[in-house]
C-alpha cells in the first residue's frame, strides 16, 4: 500500500538546521511530485515547495527560497527537507505529500504522518 | 493572511446539513481546481474533495462540493459526530511563480 514514512521530531537551536526526511513506498517513486507542507502548532497550512523526484527539480515559495534545501535519492525512494537558520517560528509540523504534478491539474492524495520541528534554546 | 479564506469555526447537530465556504480570486480559485482536505487533530491532512467535485474512493457521499467563479463550497449533509474536523481549501495559484495556497481552515464541531 501507499506509504510516505517521515523521520522522526527534532529539536534544533536558533540558528541551526535540521533535516527532515520522507520515505515513499507502494508506489513508484519517480512517477509523482513530493510537495512541502507546513503546519505551526495551532495553525493553518502552508505549503512550501515540491521537488520531481524524476528529474530533480524544484521549486519553492519565495518566501523559503534561502530557508530550505530539498533534495531526493532515488535509490532509497526519500525525499529531503533541510531547513536552514532556524528561528523560533520555524517551529512546525512538516508534512510530505505526494503529487501527480507539480500543481493545479490534480490533489495531494496522500500525505506523510507530519514530522515535529521544534526550535529551541 | 490565507490566500483563501474560509469561516475559522462552524457547526451543526447530528444530520443536519452544514456548508463551508472558500473564497479566493481569479489567480486560484478562479482559474485553478479547488480541493478539500479533512484534518483530525494530531494526524495528517487527508483527502477529502478533488477537482472541485470529486469524492475519492472511500470518501461517503455525504461529502460534497462545488465551485462557482472565485469561491467554493464545501456541504457535509446529514452530518456526524465522526465529522468533527478541520477542514481546508486549497488551490493552485498562478502568481508569484505559481504555488499552491491554502485556505485558513474551518474547525467544524458537531453539536
Known amino acids: 500500500q501507499v506509504q510516505l514514512v517521515q523521520s522522526g521530531a527534532e529539536v534544533g537551536e536558533p540558528g541551526a538546521s535540521v533535516t527532515v526526511s520522507c520515505k515513499a513506498s507502494?508506489?513508484?517513486?519517480?512517477?509523482?511530485?513530493i510537495h512541502w507542507v507546513r503546519q505551526a502548532p495551532g495553525q493553518g497550512l502552508e505549503w512550501m515547495g515540491w521537488?520531481?523526484?524524476?528529474?530533480?527539480?524544484?521549486n519553492f515559495a519565495q518566501r523559503f527560497h534561502g530557508k530550505v534545501t530539498v533534495t531526493r535519492d532515488t535509490s532509497i525512494s526519500t525525499a529531503y527537507l533541510e531547513l536552514h537558520r532556524l528561528t523560533f517560528d520555524d517551529t512546525a509540523f512538516y508534512y510530505c505529500?505526494?503529487?501527480?504534478?507539480?500543481?493545479?491539474?490534480?490533489?495531494?492524495?496522500?500525505w506523510g504522518p507530519g514530522t515535529l520541528v521544534t526550535v529551541s534554546s | 493572511q490565507s490566500a483563501l479564506t474560509q469561516p475559522p469555526s462552524a457547526s451543526g447537530t447530528p444530520g443536519q446539513r452544514v456548508t463551508i465556504s472558500c473564497s479566493g480570486s481569479?489567480?486560484?480559485?478562479?482559474?485553478?481546481?479547488v480541493d478539500w482536505y479533512q484534518q483530525f487533530p494530531g494526524t495528517a491532512p487527508k483527502l477529502l474533495i478533488y477537482?472541485?467535485?470529486r469524492r475519492p474512493s472511500g470518501v461517503p457521499d455525504r461529502f460534497s462540493a462545488s465551485k462557482s467563479g472565485t469561491s467554493a463550497s464545501l456541504v457535509i449533509s446529514g452530518l456526524q459526530s465522526e465529522d468533527e474536523a478541520d477542514y481546508y481549501c486549497?488551490?493552485?495559484?498562478?502568481?508569484?511563480?505559481?504555488?499552491?495556497?491554502f485556505g485558513g481552515g474551518t474547525k467544524l464541531t458537531v453539536l
Open positions: 505529500a505526494r503529487r501527480r504534478s507539480y500543481g493545479g491539474a490534480d490533489p495531494f492524495d496522500f
Open positions: 507502494g508506489f513508484p517513486f519517480t512517477g509523482y511530485y
Open positions: 521537488i520531481n523526484p524524476n528529474t530533480g527539480g524544484k
Open positions: 481569479r489567480y486560484n480559485i478562479g482559474n485553478n481546481y
Open positions: 477537482n472541485n467535485d
Open positions: 486549497s488551490a493552485w495559484d498562478d502568481s508569484l511563480n505559481g504555488q499552491e495556497v
